[in-house]
């Protein structure tokens, strides 16, 4: 249709005429005078609507299944973050409580000989390629690390400072094979010097090629001149091997570390050394033996022997119940034989057969 001055009076005047309609419809209610009209226009227009409804609704319900789809992915994800986030704190936590765990063992070794500690956290190892067994830490000489400084943990000698940064340091540890470590054994005072071999215990030669050691036997730092680069006192570890003697002048012997040099976490650096020698106060208390059960048996006599008088008689007095009648005849004791020391019934008295 052409916009012309004609068709918008006709459209305004059907816009109007609607109008009209509606006001009359909404007055009239129940009885309003185009009902008629409605109920014939339901009629004829019911059924297409109907036919149109039956083919529209599956698009319409497949759009709604699209959107509700996409708000169940959106909640599924939410659900699955806030499962990772829980499960993250959960780990965080446990993470936390044997963190806390290491610095309280670490400060109870240093207490007990009396160390002055800088705390570091081991962040890198050495590189695979440097054939060094080496970690670094997160403290350096900002925080008054210096180049040989004994570096222990709650455990006992985890190395020495060997470089140091302005917020980092390498530390050398006790494993590698560069390194070595004079020793004093628990007790005995036996000096030695122990070498890192890798992954496999530590090898101690002890001075006196004569010395008695056996296998549990406990050895710490002997300590340095000047404390440096090792202090007195911080336990290496117990003896799992001992070569046997062979006449030289020192002795081999094979010590398990106290530190696990792969499970390194919390350290401390001793930056300020003990006043005395702790000797061997900070080694751990040594375990209790279990107490040992001995049980005694005692076989049975052979077949045919008779066991002594003695335990017949226990075992015959032991055996005959309480209360038991007279005349009636006890256990162990054979028809017409009488016990010892009991007399026969028709026996009289000394006196009587005087009589």
Request: no cysteine; glycine share 12%.
């Given at each position: 249709m052409?916009?012309?001055?004609?068709?918008r009076?006709l459209?305004?005047?059907?816009?109007?005429?609607?109008?009209?309609?509606?006001?009359v419809?909404?007055r009239?209610?129940?009885?309003?005078?185009?009902?008629?009209?409605?109920?014939?226009?339901a009629?004829?227009?019911?059924?297409?609507e109907n036919?149109?409804a039956?083919?529209?609704?599956?698009?319409g319900?497949a759009?709604?299944?699209?959107r509700?789809?996409?708000?169940?992915?959106?909640?599924?994800?939410?659900?699955?973050?806030?499962?990772?986030a829980?499960?993250?704190?959960?780990?965080?936590?446990d993470?936390n409580?044997?963190?806390?765990?290491?610095?309280?063992?670490?400060?109870?070794?240093a207490?007990?000989?009396?160390?002055g500690?800088k705390?570091?956290?081991?962040?890198?190892i050495?590189?695979?390629?440097?054939?060094?067994?080496t970690v670094?830490?997160?403290a350096?000489?900002?925080?008054?690390?210096?180049?040989d400084?004994?570096?222990?943990n709650?455990s006992?000698?985890?190395?020495r400072v060997?470089?140091v940064?302005?917020?980092?340091?390498?530390?050398?540890?006790?494993s590698d094979?560069?390194?070595?470590?004079?020793?004093?054994?628990?007790?005995?005072?036996?000096?030695?010097?122990?070498?890192?071999q890798?992954n496999?215990p530590?090898?101690v030669?002890?001075?006196?090629?004569?010395?008695?050691?056996?296998?549990?036997?406990?050895?710490?730092?002997?300590?340095s001149?000047?404390?440096?680069?090792?202090?007195?006192?911080?336990?290496?570890?117990?003896?799992?091997?001992?070569?046997?003697?062979?006449?030289?002048?020192t002795?081999?012997?094979?010590v398990?570390p106290?530190?696990s040099?792969?499970?390194?976490?919390?350290?401390?650096?001793?930056v300020?050394?003990?006043?005395?020698?702790?000797?061997?106060?900070?080694?751990?208390?040594?375990?209790?033996?279990?107490?040992?059960?001995t049980?005694?048996?005692?076989p049975p006599?052979?077949?045919?022997?008779?066991?002594p008088?003695?335990?017949?008689?226990?075992q015959?007095?032991?055996?005959?119940?309480?209360?038991?009648?007279?005349g009636?005849?006890?256990?162990?004791?054979?028809?017409?034989?009488?016990?010892?020391?009991?007399k026969?019934e028709n026996?009289?008295?000394n006196d009587?057969q005087?009589?």
């Amino acid at each position: 249709m052409r916009d012309t001055r004609e068709s918008r009076l006709l459209l305004v005047l059907l816009i109007a005429i609607a109008f009209a309609l509606i006001t009359v419809d909404i007055r009239g209610g129940e009885e309003s005078p185009v009902d008629g009209a409605r109920q014939a226009a339901a009629a004829v227009f019911g059924p297409v609507e109907n036919g149109v409804a039956a083919a529209v609704d599956p698009i319409g319900n497949a759009i709604g299944a699209v959107r509700d789809s996409g708000e169940r992915h959106d909640r599924l994800a939410a659900l699955e973050r806030e499962n990772a986030a829980l499960k993250a704190k959960l780990g965080s936590d446990d993470r936390n409580r044997s963190r806390l765990r290491e610095l309280d063992t670490l400060l109870k070794t240093a207490g007990a000989g009396q160390y002055g500690i800088k705390g570091a956290e081991v962040i890198a190892i050495g590189a695979a390629q440097g054939f060094s067994w080496t970690v670094t830490i997160d403290a350096g000489a900002n925080d008054g690390i210096e180049r040989d400084m004994t570096v222990l943990n709650g455990s006992g000698l985890v190395g020495r400072v060997t470089t140091v940064g302005p917020s980092t340091a390498t530390v050398l540890l006790a494993s590698d094979p560069d390194f070595t470590v004079g020793t004093r054994m628990e007790n005995s005072d036996e000096l030695g010097f122990a070498t890192g071999q890798g992954n496999g215990p530590l090898l101690v030669q002890l001075l006196n090629g004569k010395a008695k050691v056996k296998n549990g036997d406990r050895l710490v730092t002997f300590g340095s001149q000047a404390s440096k680069p090792f202090v007195p006192g911080v336990p290496v570890g117990e003896v799992v091997r001992v070569d046997p003697l062979g006449g030289g002048l020192t002795r081999n012997i094979y010590v398990r570390p106290y530190v696990s040099f792969s499970k390194l976490d919390i350290v401390g650096v001793v930056v300020q050394a003990p006043r005395t020698n702790p000797r061997d106060m900070v080694l751990p208390p040594k375990p209790k033996p279990a107490p040992t059960v001995t049980v005694t048996v005692t076989p049975p006599p052979p077949a045919g022997e008779q066991q002594p008088q003695g335990q017949v008689e226990g075992q015959v007095q032991g055996d005959q119940p309480q209360g038991q009648a007279q005349g009636e005849q006890q256990p162990g004791v054979q028809p017409g034989q009488q016990q010892q020391g009991q007399k026969p019934e028709n026996e009289q008295p000394n006196d009587q057969q005087g009589d």
